[in-house]
Nanobody, 115 residues
Framework: QVQLVESGGGLVQPGGSLRLSCAAS????????MGWYRQAPGKSRELVAT???????NYPGSVKGRFTISRDNAKNTVALQMNSLKPEDTAVYYC?????????WGQGTQVTVSS
């Protein structure tokens, strides 16, 4: 069973930066498009960034220009560089494949943006 482990979250002031990392127990990244998702308190989970098998990226929402997703298939990792963080970016961040069926969700990593 594939396990996804997210790390790198923390408390940061508005305007600050964080780099999140996602590691998988199996070699899934080379065969799947990947995404970073987030879930804020009281809200549904939303997709914030995607990267295809070939490395093409997309940012569906309000993070475009501030967040950068990248992947390293050899290391089975996907990263999310987050700059110019805002309080509304506060959420638990998760990674997973884009297509169904998705793998079991990991624990996520908490990102809190507050002064």
């Amino acid at each position: 069973q594939v396990q996804l482990v997210e790390s790198g979250g923390g408390l940061v002031q508005p305007g600050g930066s964080l780099r999140l990392s996602c590691a998988a127990s199996g070699s899934i990244f080379s065969t799947h498009a990947m995404g970073w998702y987030r879930q804020a308190p009281g809200k549904s989970r939303e997709l914030v960034a995607t990267v295809s098998n070939q490395g093409s990226t997309n940012y569906p929402g309000s993070v475009k220009g501030r967040f950068t997703i990248s992947r390293d298939n050899a290391k089975n990792t996907v990263a999310l560089q987050m700059n110019s963080l805002k309080p509304e970016d506060t959420a638990v961040y998760y990674c997973n494949v884009l297509t169904l069926p998705q793998f079991p969700w990991g624990q996520g990593t908490q990102v809190t943006v507050s002064s």
